[in-house]
C-alpha cells in the first residue's frame, strides 16, 4: 500500500490462488490486514511471474522462518540484472541462527538486498499515519534507488549503512517486547516496563557491536524506536503475548487464537544461541527463551533478572 502511495505500480502476491481471488474481489486483504483498502490498478495475482514482471524492487513481507523457502521460488522469474529485495522481516532463523540478508546471502548468493525496519504496525502505515523507517543497506546507491521508489512525505525514510545493526535491533525488539508484556501481565507495574526495556537497549546494542554492528543504530528508528512502538501495549503482537503470558495463559493456547506471526517466539531461542555464539550475554532474552519453551515461570524469570550481580549502568 505504501509503495502505490508512492506512485508505483505494484503486485500483491499470494501463495494460494483462491485466496488472492478473495484478496482481489473484497479489494482487501481480510485475513491478514482487515480494513485497508487496495487501491485501484493494485494487482493481485498467485502467480510469481506475472507479479515480478517487470518489477524495480520486490518486498519481501514474510515471516523471518519463512524467508528462506520463498527465495528458490523467486529464482525463475527474476530478471536480468535481478530487482533488488527489499526485507521486512524481523528475525532470527532457528537452527542456521542467521538474520535476514545472511539468509538471502546464502541462499541467493550476490542477491542485492535491504532492510527495511523500524516503528510501523503495518495498519497504521496503511492507514496513511505518519511513520519513519530505515532502508539499511551497505550500498548507498541501493538505499537511495529504494527509498526514491518507496518513500513519501508521511513515509519518512532514512537510509542506514548498518544492516547489521538494523537487524539485531529488529529481532532483538521482538523478544524484549514480550518480557515487557509479561511484566504488565504479571501487574509488576511500569516502573520494571522501562527498565525492561532500557537494558533490552542495552543488549540488543552489545549484539550489534559484537556482530559488526554499531551502537548508535541501536539508539535508532530500528532498535529503540521500534521497541518503544512494540513494547507500548497490546496493539504489538509480541507485547499482547507477553501480557497474555504474564497472566498466566499458556503459550500454545495463545498462538492458537492467532493469525498472523508473533515473531518473538521462533526468534527468541535463537537469538539468544547466536549471541552466545558470538560471546554475548542477554539476560532478559534469555529469560524470555525460557518463559517461551517452560523452563521459568514470570515470576522465577523476574527474580532470575533481580538476583543478577549489581554493577555499573
Ligand atoms: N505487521 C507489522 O506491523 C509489521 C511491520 C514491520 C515488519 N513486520 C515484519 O514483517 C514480517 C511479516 O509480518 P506480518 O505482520 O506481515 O506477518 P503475518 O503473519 O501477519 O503475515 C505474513 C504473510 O506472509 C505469508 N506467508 C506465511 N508463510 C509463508 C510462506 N511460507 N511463504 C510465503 N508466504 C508466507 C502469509 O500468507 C501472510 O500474507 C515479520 O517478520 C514482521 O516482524 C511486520
Ligand atoms: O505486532 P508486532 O509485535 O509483530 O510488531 C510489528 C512491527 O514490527 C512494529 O514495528
Redesign the pocket.
Known sequence: LQAARAGRQVALWARDADRAAAIAAAGENARYLPGAALPPGLLVTADLGAALAGAEAAILAVPAQHLRAMLPRLLPHLADPAPPLVLAA?GVERGTLLLPLEVVAAVLPGAAAAVL??????HEVAAGLPAAAVLAAADPALRERLAALLATPEFRLYGSDDPMGAQVG?AA??VI?IAAGAVIGAGLGENARAALVTRGVAELSRLAMALGGRAETAAGLSGLG?LL??ASGP??????LGIALGRGEALAAVLAGRV?????VATAPALVARAAAAGVELPICEAVAALLDGRLTVAAAMARLLSRPRRDE
Open positions: 524481523k525496519s523500524g516503528p510501523n504496525f503495518a529488529g525488539k521482538n517486547a521500534d512502538l512494540t496493539a504489538s503482537r509480541n507485547t499482547s498472523g506471526v508473533t515473531e518473538g
